[in-house]
């Protein structure tokens, strides 16, 4: 059985209610696509969206930076943040221009973050950011030292508040609309990869790992 | 001469300053090559981000949406708020998994909207939205009549507070990391948009124009 969260007001999908998504499993998958999240803090009565990549262990969302980064400084005093995570799926092309729309998945979760203290945990969640964006590269790369572990910042947010929003499919058109001669539709869109671009500092040249060769990825 | 905006304390790059980008004309570049921002605003004390579309004009950006949304209602009273659009250009694979990056670009603005009450300007915004997204729409579509754009509610904000952020290049490792045997370089990204999708209620079938078949975008 899939775990249903009740939304809370707060996290309560509004407007369309039909798109509100509740169940953790959803929510999770949506969070694996992905790796590039907004995250919203308040500052002097100020609200900053900041993009940064993520890792998701279990229940709990990770987010690294420098130990000197004014959001990290910020968030591990466990103020309230919201992390926001959008999957852009497609262009909707109505009829009309008011019935456009776009297809896509989102994710949003409301909480507060802790400074993640544990030696082992931080590692365990490094690792985990590392393979959430690009499985095969931890074992491949070298691996943080001590002094660079101490120069980054790690925190944690459990996923106990949180919503999602989903709209897949066509156009829904007005009925008096749909014997305009404009033609209607979907455009999907895709995050791709590229060829990779080998640093110019490879000496000797080496081959792209298959790893990377075969990365397909949404953001 | 391109016009330079001095950071204040709060748009102020900290965090890898040499990536602080305060001239308007790259920060007009970026925002016209995307078109999902993300948005900040405070409700009860609680920082919320909600994706949505965006055009600009000027020196203004403009969003829009239902007047039921809970975003729209909170935006309209003059609140602090955040846009913040970000564009992902590639994965940057170090040596070391410290030195791991994104190439990107992004824009923070800060500032208060405005509700848009004069007809002609909201058409107008909501023209400039729609060729924003997928220039050629508008005229080939159904335009919104009396009761659409009463559905419709339209904010302006002026891009006066400001900053971008910009990662470009190779990675940069460690000197003693180069000799190491893993590969490195960027895996570029790209939204990608694939082939369109008829709506199956065209009846009869219809050409895909042209200004959608050439659709290239980031967003």
Chains 1, 2 share one sequence.
């Not at 156009?171 to 060829?195: H, M, N, R």
Request: net charge negative; hydrophobic share 35%.
């Amino acid at each position: 059985m899939p775990e249903t969260q009740m939304p809370t007001p707060r996290t309560r999908v509004i407007r369309e209610p039909h798109r509100g998504v509740y169940d953790r499993e959803t929510v999770h998958r949506i969070l694996d696509e992905g790796f590039l999240c907004h995250i919203g803090f308040i500052v002097d009565g100020q609200p900053f969206v900041i993009p940064t990549s993520y890792g998701r262990k279990d229940a709990n969302l990770y987010i690294h930076g420098s130990s000197a980064s004014r959001m990290l400084r910020n968030l591990k005093d466990s103020v309230p943040m919201c992390v926001t995570v959008t999957l852009l799926d497609g262009l909707v092309l109505a009829r009309s221009v008011f019935n456009h729309s776009m297809n896509y998945r989102s994710v949003v979760i409301l909480g507060k973050a802790t400074l993640v203290e544990d030696p082992r945990e931080k590692l365990e969640a490094l690792h985990t950011l590392s393979e959430h964006i690009l499985p095969g590269r931890w074992n491949d790369a070298r691996q943080p030292n001590e002094r660079e572990l101490k120069q980054t910042s790690v925190l944690r947010l459990p996923i106990e508040e949180f919503s999602a929003k989903v709209r897949t499919g066509p156009p829904i058109d007005d009925e008096e609309d749909y014997s305009l001669p404009t033609w209607a539709g979907v455009v999907p869109l895709e995050l791709k990869a590229g060829e990779p671009i080998d640093d110019s500092k490879l000496d000797p040249p080496r081959e792209v790992p298959v790893y990377i060769r075969d990365y397909t990825r949404h953001a």
